[in-house]
Nanobody
Framework: QVQLVESGGGLVQAGGSLRLSCAASGRTASPYDMAWFRQAPGKEREFVAIIQWNGGYSSYADSVKGRFTISRDNAKSTVYLQMNSLKPTDTAVYYC???????????????????WGQGTQVNVSS
C-alpha cells in the first residue's frame, strides 16, 4: 500500500487559484493511477480528476473541466491539482487517492481506490 499526504489547501477568494500537492511514499515503485476527490459538508465524496500512472491520460468532472488541471511528476512521486477560477462551490476537503483504475469508460468512484490521504481543506470565499 502507498501512503499519501496532501498539502496546499487554504482560503482563497472567488476567482483565485490554488495548487494542491499529493506526495506518495511506500510502494512508490509500483505505478498507480492517481485521483483527486472532494467532500463538502453534508455531501458525499465526489470525483474531481484522475490521471493515468504514466501521465498519458486524464479525465475531469464536468464541474471542474476547463478550470482544474491534474498533473504528476513520477520522479518526485507527487501528483498536483492546479485549481483556477475557483468558486465558493469548490469549498471542500480535497483527498488524494491511488490505485489501479481499470474502467476508464466511466467516472471513478471512491471504491475504486484503496489508498487515501488525510485530506486538505479548501475554502473559497465569495
Amino acid at each position: 500500500q502507498v501512503q499519501l499526504v496532501e498539502s496546499g489547501g487554504g482560503l482563497v477568494q472567488a476567482g483565485g487559484s490554488l495548487r494542491l500537492s499529493c506526495a506518495a511514499s511506500g510502494r512508490t515503485a509500483s505505478p498507480y493511477d492517481m485521483a483527486w476527490f472532494r467532500q463538502a459538508p453534508g455531501k458525499e465524496r465526489e470525483f474531481v480528476a484522475i490521471i493515468q500512472w504514466n501521465g498519458g491520460y486524464s479525465s475531469y468532472a464536468d464541474s471542474v473541466k476547463g478550470r482544474f488541471t491534474i498533473s504528476r511528476d513520477n520522479a518526485k512521486s507527487t501528483v498536483y491539482l492546479q485549481m483556477n477560477s475557483l468558486k465558493p462551490t469548490d469549498t471542500a476537503v480535497y483527498y488524494c487517492a491511488a490505485g489501479a483504475y481499470m474502467d476508464w469508460g466511466r467516472p471513478p468512484r471512491s471504491s475504486d481506490f484503496d489508498s487515501w490521504g488525510q485530506g486538505t481543506q479548501v475554502n473559497v470565499s465569495s
